[in-house]
């Protein structure tokens, strides 16, 4: 089994410019979430999805969105890009809400 | 609110030697407690995790000890080798919360 895999692995992005980081899992888990991953920041919650057709915001939602495609797939959305959110974004799923995560290899964004 | 947090943000320790790495967390609620291990380029792994009603969990080479007391959680890495090096972050989750809240990392070294 695979995991999570997410997609790009590394991404620059001028000011302004969009762009969707893709996530799947192939554990049948039922709860998906973003982080972003900052120096002396610790791993912080944009959103995540509890089930298949909910989404919520986290601790750092501002500039993002997000789509639970399915089961298996959760995207996150850069509509206009800011240097603010250069960082390290990690997807990961969990079996039931609030269960022990499994994270993806992460996506490296910068954004100039 | 809640927090979890370090004592040292960074360890350094010889080949074969036991590892002690050590957090406190400041929610006398969390019921849930997780260490992760996060080599670098990749994602948190999960080491560990242990629930508020037990004080004592071991895995292959790891365990985990919870003082409820004290607020304190510690990761013990029996004959550390060098595929140990990592930073390693404790997680907690109060009884009834929606997430995992992350603490900064400790950066676990190995001296040869």
């Known amino acids: 089994n695979a995991g999570v895999t997410q997609t790009p692995k590394f991404q620059v992005l001028k000011t302004g410019q969009s762009m969707t980081l893709q996530c799947a899992q192939d554990?049948?888990?039922?709860?998906m979430y973003w982080y972003r991953q900052d120096p002396g920041m610790g791993l912080r919650l944009i959103y995540y999805s509890a089930s298949e057709g909910t989404t919520d915001k986290g601790e750092v939602p501002n500039g993002y969105n997000v789509s639970r495609l399915n089961k298996r797939e959760f995207s996150l959305r850069l509509e206009s890009a800011a240097p603010s959110q250069t960082s390290v974004y990690f997807c990961?799923?969990?079996?039931?809400?609030?269960?022990?995560?499994?994270f993806g290899s992460g996506t490296q964004l910068s954004v100039l | 609110g809640e927090s979890v947090g370090l004592h040292l943000p960074t360890l350094s320790v010889q080949e074969g030697d036991n590892s002690i790495i050590n957090c406190a967390y400041s929610n006398s609620a969390s019921d849930y407690f997780i260490w992760y291990k996060q080599e670098s380029g990749k994602g948190p792994q999960f080491i560990i995790d242990i629930r508020s009603n037990m004080d004592k969990r071991q895995g292959q080479r790891v365990t985990v000890l919870l003082n409820k007391t004290v607020k304190h959680l510690s990761l013990q890495i029996a004959a550390t080798q060098p595929g140990d090096s990592a930073v390693y972050f404790c997680a907690e989750k109060g009884q009834g919360a929606q997430k995992l809240v992350f603490g900064q990392g400790t950066r676990l070294t190995i001296n040869p």
């Open positions: 990961a799923s969990s079996e039931d809400w609030g269960g022990k995560l499994f």
């Open positions: 554990m049948n888990h039922n709860s």
